[in-house]
């Protein structure tokens, strides 16, 4: 069973993030679990949800406190919060910033790095006023990873939105995919 943890801010899409990638993973014929795990938090605040994926039924139901691998949709966060708290080893961490992979400074993770908030300006992508970075790092982890088809991925963005919405966060996937940085 794969688990992945998603970091971010509440308003980001952390929450949609989880559940894009699990309906990703199911077109896979995989099952799924998508969950967020917050508090009485509001907009800005950290935030975190969950994904399971697997090729047999998923019984367990708790939060995830050593996933595989980790998704970070703010370019600051890490800064705030440790990101890569029980990261099994190999783990992979895909991060929204302008950084190259080694000037993030994390240790013991693989680190790919995606300016997920570019794309999303250029695409103009906001939701009240602010760049919506979830599906770009969706395109940036699958390329990262594997453990989701890009196809899969843009499937879940345009069943998910409807017309130009959804096209052009499919399309926010898709430079993602093309503009990732690996650091190994």
Known sequence: MLEIRIHGRGGQGSVTAAQLLAHAAFFEGKWV????YFG????????????RISD????VHSQIYNPDDIIVLDPYLYKLVDVAEGLKKDGIIVMNTTQKPEETKIENARIATVDATKIALELNLRVAGLPVVNTSILGAFAKATGEAKLESVLKAIKETWSGS???KNARAAELAYESLTKGW
């Not at 009485?40 to 994904?51: D, L």
């Open 56 to 59: 047999e039924p998923i019984l």
């Open 40 to 51: 009485a938090e509001r907009r800005g605040a950290p935030v975190k949800a969950f994904v």
């Open 165 to 167: 919405t959804g096209e």
């Open 33 to 36: 679990q998508a969950f967020p």
